[in-house]
């Protein structure tokens, strides 16, 4: 590049000559020149600004008269090039603007040339040799600063190019985190109902995972009988005025979940673009969790109630025992009547069982505390099988004990929980009464943190939506409509749960207790 | 439900051991009264507890209470308390529709709880037991 430019200037061998004759001639006058252009600068605000000091210009001087010793030194090669670019990019670190660079060399110039004129035997041809390197030396601080120039741009656009890209992405990762993350399912459907997008909590909820999801229809998300017809109201209907719709889900297991769907509708041009985004809340938990709580409160309103009736039954009841003893005592003093002791005794037999009746009602009503102890269940299911099997064998029902392999040992009020499995096995042996034959198991299982126990039967099964754990609902004749009430209130007070899942020839009531076990000081 | 129902006309004992029965159900506690004294019993009767603690504080102090927890103006603990603090170590049998009621404070020995409606012949048969030997009736197994 050096030697091109001196090509291009025509700077020759001779002319460098010169340059260095005129340099010995001219020496003793760069000092001079160097402050007169420093003086110079130091008037002009512009140029200034980029002055320190006169310790820096003192500084500044004398390169300036190395820099034209240099310059008139008759040599210029590829290291003398670099030298004096060197200074350009100085010139350049420090801010000096290209004009102040191009006055200071004509200054400079204009100095030159005049002692060229004053002292030297041909100052024609020396002054066209001096102007030449000088038009060298502009060039050399040109290239520096188109130099810099260029790697300022390069540097710019490259920032520029990184900032752009970096939010490009940082906005996708952030939409992608918000569908992702989001504790709701996330699904887009396309025009045919297939789906095109599966977020992770969609399949946490179902089970599938989204690279065995994707391009599937979406009816394989709902029960068999709601095909087709949940499939269009949940494109469809969604969107309409109230803007939700709940449907169930059928996960992969075969579970049924009851989901909040929120619809949201885009244009699409092609066949798989997504046409409707489906968000949907999981609300089987709250939904139950809803239902106990309401049951519960009706349980203790109820309970409260109650209790204070009972307690006043009693009082009427204890006229008519003692009246009824009193009877009997007249009736043996006047000579047994084998006929009126009976009827005696029918009474007692009967106020006995109202007693009864309220002592069970206010051990229902009134919470009493439990008394956890380490319980088996196998043992559990024994002393149940002992009680229920001759009951069973009357309605000529088929009892089978499904136990684990291993025994389970957890914590619980072994006494109320019999009573809990003998009322659910009694209501399914009475409920295959009126058939005849049938079968009831009852199932125990071991889950990680649980203890589940189930009874099932092949019964007729329960009406849907029938209030069966409400205190004094009963289908049974003679029921006294406690027997599931009780039943709920103790493994609710086990901190357990109970659920009925019920269909003609099915009926199964789960019940689900934490596997605690007895700490210290419960026993 | 009496083990030996008596063949003639019972004998009123003036020197048989003696019940304070305490419940605001006169009815009910009048039939008690009268069939404890056909067995034997000399019995008191009082409606409610200011009464129960106005009775206790005179001779002759009874050789057994049998007293209601819920009553008007002193419950049965309240009575019981005062009546053994009247005659130590006093057998108590309390008979109540509100059993839960029943506290520790009534002190030692403890008493023995009926809930109504109450059978006459248990009840006998607990007097009998909380007794002394000696203060028995006469005529009773």
Same mark, same amino acid.
């Given at each position: 590049m050096w030697d091109e430019l001196k090509r291009y200037v025509r700077f020759t061998p001779a002319d460098a000559e010169l340059c260095a004759a005129f340099g010995k001639l001219a020496a003793p006058e760069f000092s001079r020149i160097s402050q007169e252009f420093y003086d110079r600068i130091r008037e002009h605000e512009g140029a200034h600004a980029v002055l320190t000091g006169e310790e820096q210009v003192a500084r500044?001087?004398?390169?300036?008269?190395?820099?034209?010793?240099?310059?008139?030194?008759?040599?210029?090669?590829?290291?003398?090039?670099?030298?004096?670019?060197?200074?350009?990019?100085?010139?350049?670190?420090?801010?000096?603007?290209?004009?102040?660079?191009?006055? @200071?060399?004509?200054?400079?110039?204009?100095?030159?040339?005049?002692?060229?004129?004053?002292?030297?035997?041909?100052?024609?041809?020396?002054?066209?040799?001096?102007?030449?390197?000088?038009?060298?030396?502009? @060039?050399?601080?040109?290239?520096?600063?188109?130099?810099?120039?260029?790697?300022?741009?390069?540097?710019?656009?490259?920032?520029?190019s990184e900032d752009d890209g970096r939010a490009l992405a940082r906005l996708e990762q952030l939409y992608a985190n918000a569908v992702e993350l989001a504790?709701?399912?996330?699904?887009?459907?396309?025009?045919?109902?297939?789906?095109?997008?599966?977020?992770?909590?969609?399949?946490?909820?179902?089970?599938?995972?989204?690279?065995?999801?994707?391009?599937?229809?979406?009816?394989?998300?709902?029960?068999?009988?709601?095909?087709? #017809?949940?499939?269009?109201?949940? #494109?469809?209907?969604?969107?309409?005025?109230?803007?939700?719709?709940?449907?169930?889900?059928?996960?992969?297991?075969?579970?049924?979940?009851?989901?909040?769907?929120?619809?949201?509708?885009?244009?699409?041009?092609? =066949?798989?673009?997504?046409?409707?985004?489906?968000?949907?809340?999981?609300?089987?938990?709250?939904?139950?969790?809803?239902?106990?709580?309401?049951?519960? =409160?009706?349980?203790? @309103?109820?309970?409260?109630?109650?209790?204070?009736?009972?307690?006043?039954?009693?009082?009427?009841?204890?006229?008519?025992?003692?009246?009824?003893?009193?009877l009997e005592r007249a009736i043996v003093k006047k000579g047994s009547d084998a006929g009126m002791l009976e009827a005696v005794n029918v009474v007692n037999d009967e106020i006995k069982r109202l007693a009864n009746l309220v002592t069970d009602f206010l051990d229902f009503a009134r919470p009493r505390p439990l008394t956890l102890l380490a319980t088996s269940l196998i043992a559990l299911f024994a002393r149940a099988q002992a009680i229920v099997a001759r009951n069973a064998e009357k309605a000529n029902v088929r009892f089978t004990c499904d136990l684990p392999s291993a025994d389970v040992e957890f914590a619980a009020d072994s006494p109320r929980l019999e009573q809990v499995l003998l009322n659910l096995v009694g209501n399914a042996i009475e409920a295959l009464e009126p058939s005849g034959g049938g079968h009831v198991t009852l199932r125990g299982r071991r889950q990680p943190r649980h203890v589940v126990i189930e009874i099932e039967d092949d019964g007729p099964g329960i009406p849907q939506a029938a209030p069966i754990y409400d205190a004094f609902f009963s289908t049974k004749e003679g029921g006294t409509g406690l027997g599931l009430a009780v039943t709920h209130r103790i493994v609710t007070d086990h901190k357990g749960t109970i659920d009925v899942n019920s269909r003609p020839g099915r009926t199964i009531f789960r019940v689900i207790l934490p596997l605690t076990q007895t700490d210290g000081a419960d026993s | 439900m009496l083990k030996s129902p008596p063949s003639q006309s019972p004998p009123i004992s003036q020197r048989g051991p003696l019940v304070l029965i305490v419940d605001d159900d006169a009815r009910s506690t009048r039939l008690i009264a009268q069939m404890l004294r056909e067995d034997g019993f000399n019995v008191e009767v009082v409606l409610d507890g200011a009464r129960a603690i106005a009775r206790l504080t005179r001779a002759p102090l009874p050789d057994v209470l049998v007293t209601d927890l819920s009553m008007p103006h002193a419950d049965g603990n309240s009575v019981t308390m005062f009546a053994r603090s009247q005659k130590p170590g006093l057998p108590v049998i309390f008979v109540t529709g509100y059993p839960h009621l029943a506290t520790s404070l009534a002190g030692e020995p403890r008493p023995t709880l009926f809930t109504k409606p109450v059978n006459y012949a248990e009840l006998l048969t607990a007097l009998l037991r909380v007794l002394p030997p000696d203060r028995r009736p006469e005529c009773r197994p």
């Open positions: 500044l001087q004398r390169s300036l008269v190395r820099w034209m010793e240099r310059a008139c030194g008759g040599v210029y090669d590829e290291s003398y090039f670099e030298e004096h670019s060197k200074i350009g990019r100085m010139h350049v670190k420090i801010g000096l603007s290209p004009r102040y660079m191009l006055t @200071a060399m004509a200054l400079i110039r204009i100095e030159l040339t005049r002692v060229a004129a004053e002292r030297c035997p041909e100052p024609a041809r020396t002054t066209n040799a001096l102007n030449r390197l000088l038009d060298l030396e502009v @060039a050399i601080m040109f290239e520096t600063y188109q130099e810099a120039m260029s790697a300022r741009i390069r540097n710019a656009d490259r920032l520029k504790p709701v399912l996330v699904l887009g459907l396309d025009r045919a109902g297939n789906i095109r997008l599966w977020n992770r909590e969609a399949e946490r909820v179902t089970g599938y995972a989204r690279d065995e999801i994707l391009g599937q229809s979406s009816d394989i998300l709902l029960p068999e009988d709601l095909r087709g #017809t949940l499939a269009a109201r949940l #494109t469809s209907t969604v969107a309409g005025p109230q803007g939700s719709a709940e449907s169930e889900l059928l996960t992969r297991a075969g579970k049924v979940r009851h989901v909040v769907w929120h619809a949201a509708h885009m244009q699409a041009n092609a =066949e798989d673009d997504v046409t409707v985004f489906l968000m949907g809340s999981d609300v089987t938990d709250r939904k139950a969790m809803v239902e106990r709580t309401r049951q519960a =409160e009706k349980l203790a @309103a109820v309970g409260t109630l109650a209790a204070g009736l009972a307690h006043e039954i009693r009082n009427p009841l204890n006229g008519a025992q003692l009246h009824v003893a009193f | -």
